[in-house]
C-alpha cells in the first residue's frame, strides 16, 4: 500500500468520461487540488464513442479535443487511468479511499510509435467498437486516446507474443512485469461520474439480439457508421456484411417496461433520429428508416430537428411497441411483427437491419458503494446522506451530453464548496 497522495482539500472525481473530464476541470480551474479516475486506459467514456452529436451532427472531437487539452495544461489534476475505486469511509471533508490499479504493461516512455502492435499477430475483442470487430493485443484505443499510450492485453503477457512486443519497442516502454497496485488517499468530496451501460438487449428475448445477427444496438450502429469503425463507415449487416439499405429503429427496448428498466432513458429518441440521417448520408433516396415508437420524446430544441427528420422521405413513422422479431431463414432478414396503434392493424414488415434503442442504466449497477450514498429507484445516484459525495452527468440521471456536463458542472461546485468549508472548519 502506497503512501498518501491527496489531503482533505483534494476532490477525487470517479469517471472520465465527458462529465468526469467536466466535472475536474471545473474544480482544478478553481484552483482546487483533483484526482481524476477511469477505469479504462483512456478519457473520453462513451461520448468518444459516439460518430455524431445531436442536433448539429457534429463530430465529438468538437468537445473533447478541448477538454483534453485543458487537462494536459492543468498542473492541478493527476490522472489515473485503468483505476478503481474499491473502498471509501469516513465522512463529508474526510474521506478515506483505496484505489486498485491494473497493469498497463506499458510504462511512461512509450510514444505511440505503434512498434509494439505491428510485432504481435494475437487478437482480441475490441472494447471500442463493441466488439464488432477484432484489435491486435498490443494497442492504442483510438486516435484521439490520452492518454496517447500503448495497452498491452493481459492474455499476451507471458507467452511469445508478449515477449515479442517487448523487443519491438525501440524506448523500452513494455514491461510485462507490471503489478496490479493499491493506493490509499485522502481527500475531501467524491464525485461519481461512472457514467452509463446499455441494457443488455439480450433481456428483451422477443426481439432475438442474441440469436439474430442482423440485430443490434444503437451503440454499434453508431460505430458502423463512423468511418472509424469496424467497417470503414459502411453501414453493413454484421450476418452477412451485406449493405443495410432498409433499416427499422425500434424506440424504448427495455425502457419504460416493468419487466426491464422502468424510466425513460431520454436520449434514445433522439440518437434513432440521428441514425436516421446516417442512412440517408450513406445511400441517399435509396436508404430506407422507420422507426417503430411509443412516443417521441424530443424536447427543448430538440423539436426543430425532430420536425426536420419528419419531412425527410426517406424516414417513416409506425406509432407502435414491436411484438416480436423473427428472421427470415433465406436472406437473414429480420421480419417485425405488431400492430401499428394508429391505423390499428396489424403488421410483418421486413427490414436488411433492425437497430434496438437500448436503454441506459447507471455504471454502478451491480456495484458496492458506500452504505452513505443514495440511489434512486433506478439505481442512479443522488448523493450522499453526509453532503460530500455526489453523482454528476449520466450516473446521476439519464442525460445526453450537453445535460450532463451542466450536472457535471453543479456537482464540481457543491465539492468546491465542501472543501472550502471543510478549509473553514479546519481555520476555525
Not at 240 to 248: F, I, Q, R, S, Y
Request: glycine share 8%; with cysteine.
Amino acid at each position: 500500500m502506497t503512501a498518501s497522495i491527496a489531503t482533505n482539500q483534494t476532490i477525487l472525481v470517479v469517471g472520465g468520461g465527458i462529465s468526469g473530464m467536466t466535472a475536474a476541470l471545473e474544480a482544478a480551474e478553481c484552483g482546487k487540488q483533483v484526482i481524476l479516475v477511469e477505469k479504462t486506459p483512456v478519457l473520453g467514456g462513451r461520448t468518444a464513442r459516439l460518430y455524431r452529436y445531436f442536433p448539429k451532427m457534429c463530430h465529438p472531437t468538437c468537445g473533447l479535443e478541448i477538454n483534453l487539452r485543458r487537462i494536459k495544461q492543468n498542473r492541478n489534476i493527476r490522472l489515473m487511468t485503468m483505476t478503481e475505486v474499491t473502498a471509501v469511509s469516513g465522512s463529508r471533508g474526510n474521506y478515506s479511499v483505496t484505489l486498485k490499479v491494473a497493469p498497463r504493461f506499458v510504462n511512461e516512455n512509450c510514444t505511440a510509435c505503434g512498434k509494439c502492435g505491428e510485432a504481435v499477430t494475437a487478437e482480441v475483442s475490441n472494447p471500442w467498437n463493441y466488439g464488432l470487430d477484432k484489435m491486435k493485443a498490443a494497442y492504442l484505443p483510438h486516435n484521439m486516446a490520452y492518454p496517447q499510450r500503448y495497452v498491452i492485453d493481459p492474455s499476451i503477457v507471458g507467452t511469445p507474443e508478449g515477449e515479442k512486443a517487448k523487443a519491438a519497442c525501440p524506448v523500452g516502454a513494455v514491461d510485462l512485469d507490471m503489478k496490479e497496485e493499491s493506493v490509499s488517499l485522502q481527500v475531501g468530496a467524491v464525485i461519481y461520474a461512472t457514467g452509463w451501460r446499455p441494457y443488455d438487449a439480450a433481456k428483451i428475448q422477443p426481439y432475438g439480439y442474441d440469436r439474430f445477427p442482423n440485430v443490434i444496438t444503437s451503440l454499434e450502429f453508431e460505430r458502423l457508421a463512423d468511418p472509424q469503425g469496424p467497417t470503414g463507415g459502411k453501414i453493413l449487416r454484421p450476418g452477412d456484411g451485406k449493405e443495410a439499405k432498409n433499416v427499422a429503429f425500434i424506440q424504448c427496448a427495455g425502457s419504460r417496461d416493468e419487466n426491464h428498466l422502468r424510466h425513460c432513458s431520454r436520449i434514445c429518441c433522439m440518437a434513432s433520429l440521428k441514425q436516421t440521417q446516417y442512412v440517408r448520408e450513406a445511400f441517399g433516396e435509396t436508404g430506407k428508416s422507420t422507426i417503430y415508437y411509443i412516443d417521441i420524446r424530443a424536447i427543448d430544441r430538440f423539436e426543430d430537428f425532430y420536425q426536420m427528420v419528419q419531412k425527410d422521405a426517406t424516414v417513416s413513422f409506425v406509432k407502435s411497441k414491436v411484438a416480436k422479431i423473427v428472421e427470415n431463414k433465406e436472406n437473414g432478414n429480420p421480419i417485425l411483427h405488431g400492430v401499428d396503434t394508429e391505423g390499428y392493424h396489424r403488421y410483418a414488415t421486413e427490414h436488411d437491419l433492425v437497430v434496438l434503442a437500448v436503454g441506459m442504466e447507471p455504471e454502478i449497477t451491480g456495484v458496492k458503494l458506500p452504505d452513505d450514498v443514495i440511489l434512486d429507484s433506478s439505481n442512479f445516484i443522488e448523493g450522499s446522506k453526509d453532503g460530500g459525495m455526489f453523482g454528476a452527468g449520466a450516473a446521476s440521471s439519464p442525460l445526453d451530453v450537453n445535460r450532463s456536463v451542466q450536472s457535471a458542472t453543479a456537482a464540481s461546485l457543491h465539492a468546491i464548496q465542501v472543501i472550502h468549508k471543510t478549509a473553514s472548519t479546519e481555520a476555525a
